[in-house]
T-cell receptor, first 114, second 114 residues
Framework: KAGVTQTPRYLIKTRGQQVTLSCSPI?????VSWYQQTPGQGLQFLFE???????NKGNFPGRFSGRQFSNSRSEMNVSTLELGDSALYLC?????????????FGPGTRLTVL | AQSVTQPDIHITVSEGASLELRCNYS??????LFWYVQSPGQGLQLLLK??????LVQGIKGFEAEFKRSQSSFNLRKPSVHWSDAAEYFC????????????FGGGTRLMVKP
């Protein structure tokens, strides 16, 4: 069974631009969560989507947004990029929303903002 | 708010030696607890999890962890470390009321000496 896939794997943008990252969950999984990983702040939760609805949101500015499609694929968007947005963005999928479901992580998208 | 502390940023052990990685959490109720491993350039892989029941949980790759409520700890152990265990290890806590959102510790980087 295919794992969680994220595209693109690497991305370079300049300040002020916007970017869209994509995550395809494991087949049958309806929950997709996004995390930002940086050396300074570590792993931080961005948001979670389940059945096309945002269920939980972390403490990030409104420049960070996301959505989920009917096939459970998810995208996250960052507008007006800042240097501090350079990070590894990880998505994770799971079957349910109960918290007990195992989450499977993708390899991440490495975003560099110049 | 829940939080997770991993006191050791780096640990170096000799191959074949035993390993213990420390994790302390702050949470009001009984948390969902997880240990993940991340190899360079990779996403996170679940090693083991604790939700309830037996406080000693077994995971993959020969790892185990023990939940100690009185100490708010969930330390990861392995009796004999292999060179392939060199990676970064993250402890995480989940909240039964917050879907699949995880709060991660800062991570412990494990190096293995031959």
């Amino acid at each position: 069974k295919a794992g969680v896939t994220q595209t693109p794997r690497y991305l370079i943008k300049t300040r002020g631009q916007q970017v869209t990252l994509s995550c395809s969950p494991i087949s049958g999984h309806r929950s997709v969560s996004w995390y930002q990983q940086t050396p300074g702040q570590g792993l931080q939760f961005l948001f979670e989507y389940f059945s096309e609805t945002q269920r939980n949101k972390g403490n990030f500015p409104g420049r960070f947004s996301g959505r989920q499609f009917s096939n459970s694929r998810s995208e996250m968007n960052v507008s007006t990029l800042e240097l501090g947005d350079s990070a590894l963005y990880l998505c994770a999928s799971s079957k349910g929303l109960a918290g007990e479901s195992e989450q499977f992580f993708g390899p991440g998208t490495r975003l560099t903002v110049l | 708010a829940q939080s997770v502390t991993q006191p050791d940023i780096h640990i170096t052990v000799s191959e074949g030696a035993s390993l213990e990685l420390r994790c302390n959490y702050s949470y009001g109720a009984t948390p969902y607890l997880f240990w993940y491993v991340q190899s360079p350039g990779q996403g996170l892989q679940l090693l083991l999890k604790y939700f309830s029941g037996d406080t000693l949980v077994q995971g993959i790759k020969g790892f185990e962890a023990e939940f100690k409520r009185s100490q708010s700890s969930f330390n990861l152990r392995k009796p004999s470390v292999h060179w392939s265990d060199a990676a970064e290890y993250f402890c995480a806590v989940g909240d039964s009321n917050a879907g699949n959102m995880l709060t991660f510790g800062g991570g412990t980087r494990l190096m293995v000496k031959p």
